[in-house]
């Protein structure tokens, strides 16, 4: 169980260290997040009744896990993530969309280039993989994070990539816009603390065996580590079921949406494991009220070394970005416009 107290907007230190005095001062332990956010392991109901009367105390309540600094009452407005000229977190539903894995300059370019042509505002583009055999494609590493970085200066999109390893964060920092964690990697802490340090935005992929209070505490690591700029992804978790690769669950972005002030998007192509399902769960993720979706697309999915079965074509982004207008409305939202300078 935990805590949380929050304080009003502008609380000087006097009055956060009379916050801390008086917990103390009661037998009750407490930790300092920030200016404004404080945590205790002690009942609400007894942290309530030491601060009563106190001005600068604006909230206590239970969280369901310990997760202060990503919970939804420390940052009541919303965090919006900046990706290029793109901000995730707004009134837009954004698209990333890109192959699974970077294979060569010619696929990632051309892949890329009908990314900018349908109007999304992101590139996703693999180079390390994490490969359930170890004799599977691995990625082309280094030299793939040249060809993203060549892709991105083509195009103007930013670059969506997932790091595997802690010795690499550094190097992918230089080419990459936005750092993902994937499934695997969701409860690597040092990875977590490191790509927190890093200062990059980050896409954090829930686990497929990972709950939802288990990925706030991931990406509580991150905010943590004093990085902010942190998105959620839902991307389908293990279930009894073998129809299909993971179950999406469309019920994790209400509920994160409930717990916490982080954006949270959604990756239909993991879940589905099939390409004709991709635009159908994109489309119930945008409804549902994600904040975006990042799916996987590929100018020759037959050939492609890495989730080919699941891969659009990039014939079909027009399809996908046509579905999700009415969808985002639904949800009272738009899809976002191609950034400026990113068309062409
Ligand atoms: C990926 O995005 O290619 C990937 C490996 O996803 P996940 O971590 O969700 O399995
Ligand atoms: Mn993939």
Known sequence: M????????GTDEERLGEVVDRLRDAGVPCRSHSATVLSSPSPAARVGAVLAGLPQVAQVSALSGDYPLAARQSAAEGTRVRLGRTLIGGPDVVVIAGPC?????DQLLTTAAAVRDAGAQAL???VFKPRTSPYSFQGLGADGLKL???ARRETGLPVVSEVLDVRDVELMAGSVDMLQIGARNVQNYPLLREVGASGLPVLLKRGAGTTIDETLMAAEYLLDAGNHQVVLCERGIRSFETGY??????????????????PVIVDPSHAAGRRSRVIPLALAAAAAGADGVIVEVHCD????????????HVADLPALMAGLRPAAAAAGRQL????????G
């Open 2 to 9: 935990t805590t949380l107290i929050v304080l009003r907007d």
């Open 101 to 105: 894995a970077v294979e060569s300059r």
């Open 124 to 126: 996703r583009a693999g």
């Open 148 to 150: 993203a970085a060549e």
């Open 245 to 262: 690769r993971f179950s999406l669950d469309l019920t994790a972005v209400t509920v994160f949406r409930e717990r916490t002030h982080l």
């Open 301 to 312: 999915p037959e050939t492609a070394r890495c989730d080919a079965e699941q891969a659009l």
């Open 336 to 343: 976002a416009a191609t950034p400026a300078g990113a068309s």
